[in-house]
């Protein structure tokens, strides 16, 4: 099946400072990719849909300016967490969609802000 | 799209049948049913989807009623590595339509 892969797996920052997380789809292009967000315990929560070559379409209640997102390629799609504090900590995850199929997710990545 | 319950967590004896049902009485005719799970700290698996017919695939099959308001997933002979949470969601097939999560059922597979 088609492979989605995030780097870092993990990462911890310390407050204020930046993070950035990769998306890339390893064996098909998207022009959509998706980012989630998950507390301990919860479920998924979609924060936004990046789209390759125009801008982000954020969900209600994300700050767009907080957690910047870049879809420069067809394969790759960035979310950046700007001035990061400790609330911001949470699981990451990325998706694309394939035609015909299913979504296919990234691996998350862990971030933990101190 | 539209909404499911699904129950909160399955026990399921480890070689065992494990049948996760969903309830969508809201569905549209157009919208599928889609079959997700997450194996704890990984991100989520796509397993299935169906639109009326029975589906079965590798890792699983899909009922979904004559009336389409319900469905279940059966994996025929759960092991360990099934212990997960399991994820039913409805909506319209499209290549770049969004998914949202609902609360999902937490499968625990025992020995």
């Known amino acids: 099946g088609a492979v989605v892969s995030q780097h870092p797996s993990w990462v911890i920052c310390k407050s204020g400072t930046s993070v950035k997380i990769e998306c890339r789809s390893l064996?098909?292009?998207?022009?959509?990719m998706f980012w989630y967000r998950q507390f301990p315990k919860q479920s998924l929560m979609l924060m936004a849909t990046?789209?390759?070559?125009?801008?982000?379409?954020?969900e209600q209640g994300v700050e767009k300016d907080k957690f910047l997102i870049n879809h420069a390629s067809l394969t790759l799609s960035t979310l950046t967490v700007t001035s990061a504090h400790p609330e911001d900590s949470s699981f990451y995850i990325c998706?694309?969609?394939?035609?015909?199929?299913?979504?296919?997710f990234g691996p998350g990545t862990r971030l933990t802000v101190t | 799209d539209a909404k499911t319950t699904q129950p909160t967590s399955m026990d399921c004896a480890e070689g065992r049948a494990a049948n996760l049902p969903c309830n969508h009485s809201?569905?549209?005719?157009?919208?599928?049913v889609y079959w997700y799970r997450q194996i704890h700290s990984q991100g989520p698996q796509y397993i299935i989807h169906?639109?009326?017919n029975n589906e079965t695939n590798e890792m699983a099959s899909l009922i979904i009623t004559e009336d389409r308001k319900s469905s279940t997933l059966i994996l025929p002979h759960a092991t360990l590595r099934d212990t997960a949470v399991y994820y039913c969601?409805?909506?319209?097939?499209?290549?770049?339509?969004?998914?949202?999560f609902g609360t999902g059922t937490r499968l625990q597979v025992f020995p």
């Open positions: 998706s694309a969609p394939t035609p015909g199929s299913g979504q296919y």
């Open positions: 064996d098909f292009q998207a022009t959509t």
């Open positions: 990046s789209n390759e070559g125009s801008k982000a379409t954020y």
């Open positions: 809201t569905i549209s005719g157009n919208e599928y």
């Open positions: 169906g639109l009326k």
């Open positions: 969601i409805v909506r319209a097939l499209g290549n770049t339509d969004k998914l949202i």
